[in-house]
């Protein structure tokens, strides 16, 4: 017996004259065998599927009753591949990736692969994959296990944001005199995690000396890691100011 094919067999019957004797073997309302043989293997049959099977004996002159109905079940196959894989979300380190459930099965848990590597297995149908590096194209697997053994694997493309995205815009710097300058900016367009804190560099340090151009960047400090501004530069007026 399998998912697809089943295998009769019944003990022959003697024959009580001299007229030979044959089967007939019907599943459903339909013969499906007829001859000498005392077993038959039918193919082709669906998984996981209940199937009735009537035999009755034939000479050349009669015909006996059918037998009482037998149900025979075809086993579970394997579960079908997951159906419409797809990226639900990106970040410069994270791919959220999504699918459809097998469309055939009984599916215990999903299995996902990043570039060849097992990453998850879980019983949902979304997964977060993280530690990759910005900007770089993986290929993601994902396929459906049961006892009955794994689908093929559904297979999707996606590639992790640039830093850029998850840094903060350039910031406006604007001189308010030969002591201060004021500094301002927008939060990332998609910060990378919860943002802790910012931090503010100028030239890469605290003190600052007057008459000189100065760059200014911001620093988005999250806790997944960090992520830089463009810079700005500008010149202060004379004098040694202090941030």
């Not at 007939?24 to 001859?35: A, D, K, N, T």
């Not at 669906?46 to 000479?59: G, K």
Request: one cysteine or more; glycine letters at 6%.
């Amino acid at each position: 017996r399998g998912c697809t094919e089943l295998n009769i067999r019944w003990l022959a019957t003697e024959p009580k004259n001299e007229f030979p004797v044959s089967y007939e073997l019907h599943c459903g309302q339909g013969l499906i065998y007829s001859g000498e043989e005392t077993q038959y293997c039918l193919k082709n049959l669906s998984p996981a599927t209940n199937y009735a099977f009537r035999l009755r004996v034939c000479t050349e002159v009669d015909k006996s009753p059918f037998s009482e109905a037998i149900i025979a079940t075809t086993e579970e196959a394997a579960p079908s591949k997951p159906q419409n894989i797809r990226l639900l979300a990106s970040t410069a380190t994270q791919l959220k990736v999504g699918w459809d459930p097998s469309a055939s099965g009984s599916v215990r848990t999903y299995i996902v692969y990043c570039d060849g590597r097992q990453v998850d297995c879980t019983t949902e149908t979304t997964s977060i994959i993280s530690g990759l590096s910005p900007c770089t194209q993986y290929s993601i697997q994902v396929c459906a296990s049961s006892s009955k053994g794994k689908s093929e694997r559904a297979v999707l493309q996606a590639t992790t944001l640039d830093l850029g995205a998850h840094a903060p815009p350039k910031p406006q710097v604007t001189v308010l005199g030969r002591h201060e300058m004021s500094v301002t900016w927008e939060i990332p367009e998609q910060p990378l995690g919860r943002i802790n804190h910012y931090n503010v560099v100028l030239n890469g340090k605290k003190v600052v000396y007057t008459g000189t151009d100065m760059t200014c960047k911001v620093v988005v400090v999250t806790n997944e890691g960090k992520a830089e501004s463009k810079a700005t530069k500008k010149r202060t007026a004379k004098d040694e100011c202090e941030i």
